[in-house]
């Protein structure tokens, strides 16, 4: 997998090869230099063996609090080794908000974004976060997305996940660009999810065809105190992966933020 420009959530098909795109980094521009998936992955291995996170009752947490970089955000993302055989994080590395907490209004209010601009935007900067990491971990044409966004109030965080049924409602269908040079069809729509330690969530699928395969990207969103937790499961001409859930992985992501606040 590789990453051909902004949007956390979409995958794309470009010689062959299924891409991760992900949102613009500090590192660097929106189209970054293809590469090919990295060698740690094993695509070829036989049926992968389940991660190291944890499958048990998730009992509620502290609503995270304080204020973290982008910097600080990034050590709270899972590592590959927490998911299963096979995965690997992507080689262009994790996009980050700094090593400073940003401030301003959104450059992409949920309420007045584009269907496309959201699909692009979402997993980096610019919907009013002071911070915010992502980061993807590869598979065979399947990966896993994980996101962190940081606001300033509780109140920001839980208006941020509320707006996610509305800009599906009106993002049922839509063109969206697929790779640097071409687009496709896109199908949005939302739905309540399972609670992750007694949250409320929001699930967003959103589906299309690359190059005659169906991509998959079934998202998670919860808000937490200041932080919104975002993972997706993405597939490419097979189903998202499921194992390890998406509720776990935000609930690990949950405990995580908990003790790099506490350190910080």
């Not at 908000?97 to 935007?121: D, E, K, R, W």
């Not at 009013?128 to 990491?133: I, K, S, V, Y």
């Not at 998202?240 to 606040?261: F, H, S, V």
């Amino acid at each position: 997998m590789r990453r051909l420009r902004p949007g956390l959530a979409v995958l794309a098909i470009a010689a062959g090869t299924v891409a991760t795109l992900a949102g613009c980094s500090t590192k660097g521009t929106a189209y970054s230099t293809p590469t090919t998936q990295p060698t740690s992955a094993s695509p070829t291995a036989a049926a992968p063996t389940t991660g190291s996170l944890p499958t048990a009752s998730m009992t509620p947490l502290p609503a995270a609090a304080g204020q973290l970089t982008g910097t600080d955000l990034e050590s709270v993302l899972l590592p590959a080794s927490d998911f299963p055989t096979g995965y690997a994080a992507s080689s262009s590395g994790p996009t980050t908000s700094g090593g400073s907490l940003t401030s301003g209004a959104a450059q992409y209010p949920l309420a007045t974004i584009s269907c496309s601009n959201f699909v692009q935007h979402l997993g980096s900067t610019g919907f009013g976060e002071t911070g915010m990491a992502s980061d993807s971990i590869v598979g065979s044409n399947q990966a896993y997305d994980q996101a962190i966004y940081q606001f300033s109030t509780a109140a920001e965080a839980s208006a941020f996940v509320a707006g996610i049924s509305p800009l599906a409602a009106r993002c049922p269908s839509f063109m969206a660009p697929i790779t640097s040079s071409s687009s496709s069809t896109m199908k949005m729509k939302a739905a309540p999810g399972d609670s992750v330690g007694g949250l409320a969530t929001v699930e967003l699928l959103q589906t299309a065809t690359a190059n005659g395969s169906a991509l998959t990207l079934d998202t998670l969103f919860t808000a937490s105190g200041v932080d919104v937790f975002v993972v997706s499961g993405v597939g490419f001409g097979k189903a998202a992966p499921a194992d390890p859930a998406k509720e776990t992985i935000i609930y690990n992501l949950m405990k995580r933020q908990a003790a790099a606040a506490e350190l910080g």
